[in-house]
Every structure is written in C-alpha cells, then in structure tokens.
C-alpha cells in the first residue's frame, strides 16, 4: 500500500500542476483573444488541448489505483478510514493526501470559473462581431463604388 500512496500523491501532484498550467492557459487565451494576436490564440488553444488530454491520462491512473468513478470522494473515504486503528495509509501520507485534494479541488473550480469566463467572454465577442458585420454589410450598399468617386474627382480638376 505505500507504493501506492507514493504513486498516487505523485499522481495528484502531477494533475494539481497540470490544473494550475490549464488556469493560465486559460487566461493567455483570453489575453490574446482581446490583444488580436490570433497566432498566440491558437498556441494557447493547442496547449490547452494537450494539457486536458493529459489531465484525463492521469485521471485514468489515479482510477487504476483508487477504483471509483469519483476518485476524489473515495479518496476522502479512505482518508476518513484511515483515522481508525486499522489505517490504510499512514499519518504523512494521509495529510499529503488530503492537502492535494483540497488544492486540486481548488485549482479544479478556478479552472471551471476561468473557462466559464472565457466562454461568456467568446459569446459577447461572437454577438459583438455579428452586429458589425451587419452594420458593415448594410452600409456597403449606401457608400458609392471605387469607379464612382474617381469620376466624381475629374470635373474638379483643372482641364489647361
């Protein structure tokens, strides 16, 4: 059971940094979508991807060694089991673990606040850019051609 433990705390210090990672990921995102740097946009996109993609990979191992669709719950079971006289996991390993959940837990709803933001945030961006190209769309029909305006221009000009 103690290499267990050690697998499973390097486990959820690996996604807790992953979490962390996709907050700020998160938050470039955003800062380059405002900033119209639609390169930066698209790496910050990629890295968010792998960092999920990752994060899902880490969450089916901690499943292997804590089976259970909620690793978090049945790991705050064991963790209260292990109080008793017949602990599965030891007193450090017991505090380490249940500091991780409380962090991962944490940096798991920054995570859902920062994406519920950004989403929010895309969705004004998207209602924003359809009322200007409706504007621009109704005004094309309004403003005279290039070829016009140049005709325009020659009787002002001095014939000698």
């Known amino acids: 059971m103690e290499r267990d433990n050690a697998q499973l705390i390097a486990l959820l210090e690996a996604r807790l940094q992953h979490l962390k990672s996709l907050a700020r990921e998160i938050k470039a995102a955003q800062d ?58 030891g007193p450090a390993a017991a505090r380490r673990l249940s500091g991780l959940l409380e962090e991962s837990e944490a940096a798991r709803e920054e995570v859902r606040r920062l994406n519920r933001v950004y989403a929010l945030f895309l969705a004004r961006s998207r209602k924003t850019l359809n009322v200007m190209v409706n504007v621009v769309s109704h005004c094309l029909g309004i403003y005279p051609s290039p070829q016009q305006s140049t005709s325009l221009a020659i009787p002002f000009e001095r014939s000698y």
Do not use: F, M, W
């Open 32 to 89: 380059a979508c405002v900033a119209l740097d639609l390169e930066a946009l698209r790496i910050h996109d990629h890295q968010t991807e792998n960092l999920c993609a990752e994060i899902r990979k880490l969450d089916l191992e901690i499943s292997r060694i804590v089976p259970n669709l909620n690793p978090a719950r049945r790991l705050r079971a064991v963790l209260d089991a292990g109080h008793g006289s017949e602990s599965q996991v």
